[in-house]
């Protein structure tokens, strides 16, 4: 085969998708939507190790897994945050029992998101692109000369690369329809707080009293201390003006 003919034949294979002709509207029935769901809650307990016992068993029960978990201990509570994936099926029914048994909710968000329309498409590309994997397949069997081979393959090479790429997003929504993520916060008020509004015995106004005169002049040395630019030009203004004045004292 002649050169020229083979290059014609390998032109011949458009990558490039071309418009369409006319808008399609895609109905998907609502058992084949994939959807996306999330939340985020902050649970108050009474005793802290009690409430994460709960939600560990919760969690084995429902067949979920930790993908985080921090322990916080502040000045007013201390408690876990947790990043937990459940299955998608069961995310309601788990939410439900840390609501009715677990402790106080202090807060809770839960969010749907729709991303039918980007698999649907994801689709169509690696559909698209291993066709186009097969056409060059075939060209590169008819290709006569080193030229038409390197070429063809640098474009396979290329569209390979592509379809990895769909591979690994249609990968990551699939795992993200299946499991659901709830950003769950247990947490526990500490008995005695320097921030508290509660008062309480003499000795802890005396202890609410000596910490916060103890950070008022901390924040006070560190306020002074930011302000060294200015006591620099403060210093330098006063030695010109002491330096004139003498001259001038001189000069008399």
């Given at each position: 085969?002649?050169?020229?003919?083979?290059?014609?034949?390998?032109?011949s294979?458009?990558d490039s998708?071309?418009?369409?002709?006319?808008?399609?509207?895609i109905v998907v029935?609502?058992?084949?939507?994939k959807?996306i769901?999330?939340?985020?809650?902050?649970i108050?307990?009474k005793?802290?190790?009690q409430?994460?016992?709960?939600?560990?068993?919760?969690?084995?029960?429902?067949h979920?897994y930790?993908?985080?978990?921090?322990?916080?201990?502040?000045?007013?509570?201390?408690?876990?945050?947790?990043?937990?994936?459940?299955?998608?099926?069961?995310?309601?029914a788990?939410?439900a029992?840390?609501?009715?048994g677990?402790g106080?909710?202090?807060?809770k968000?839960i969010?749907s998101?729709?991303?039918t329309?980007e698999?649907?498409?994801?689709e169509?590309?690696?559909?698209?692109?291993?066709?186009y994997?097969?056409?060059?397949?075939?060209?590169?069997?008819?290709?006569?000369?080193?030229?038409?081979?390197?070429?063809?393959?640098?474009?396979?090479r290329l569209i390979?690369e592509?379809?990895?790429?769909?591979?690994?997003?249609?990968?990551?929504?699939n795992?993200?329809?299946?499991f659901?993520?709830?950003?769950?916060?247990?947490?526990?008020?500490?008995?005695?707080?320097?921030y508290?509004?509660?008062?309480?015995?003499?000795?802890?106004?005396?202890?609410?009293?000596?910490v916060?005169?103890?950070?008022?002049l901390?924040?006070?040395?560190?306020?002074?201390?930011?302000?060294?630019?200015?006591?620099i030009?403060?210093?330098?203004?006063?030695?010109l003006?002491?330096?004139?004045?003498?001259?001038?004292k001189?000069?008399?």
């Amino acid at each position: 085969m002649q050169q020229g003919e083979g290059m014609a034949k390998m032109e011949s294979v458009d990558d490039s998708p071309s418009p369409p002709a006319q808008e399609t509207v895609i109905v998907v029935p609502d058992s084949t939507r994939k959807i996306i769901r999330d939340g985020r809650m902050e649970i108050r307990v009474k005793n802290l190790e009690q409430g994460k016992h709960d939600v560990d068993t919760l969690v084995k029960r429902y067949h979920g897994y930790y993908a985080d978990e921090t322990f916080n201990n502040m000045d007013y509570a201390h408690g876990y945050t947790l990043r937990i994936r459940i299955p998608s099926v069961s995310f309601d029914a788990f939410i439900a029992e840390i609501e009715s048994g677990v402790g106080e909710v202090a807060f809770k968000n839960i969010t749907s998101r729709d991303v039918t329309e980007e698999y649907i498409d994801l689709e169509t590309r690696l559909k698209n692109k291993r066709n186009y994997l097969i056409r060059y397949g075939d060209l590169l069997k008819q290709a006569g000369s080193v030229k038409d081979i390197l070429e063809i393959a640098e474009k396979t090479r290329l569209i390979e690369e592509e379809v990895e790429s769909v591979q690994g997003r249609l990968k990551y929504l699939n795992h993200q329809v299946d499991f659901s993520t709830l950003e769950l916060q247990i947490s526990r008020k500490n008995d005695f707080s320097v921030y508290t509004n509660n008062k309480g015995r003499f000795v802890d106004r005396l202890k609410l009293s000596l910490v916060k005169g103890w950070y008022g002049l901390v924040s006070f040395t560190l306020f002074v201390i930011r302000l060294w630019p200015f006591w620099i030009i403060v210093g330098v203004l006063y030695y010109l003006i002491k330096t004139i004045i003498r001259k001038r004292k001189k000069l008399r």
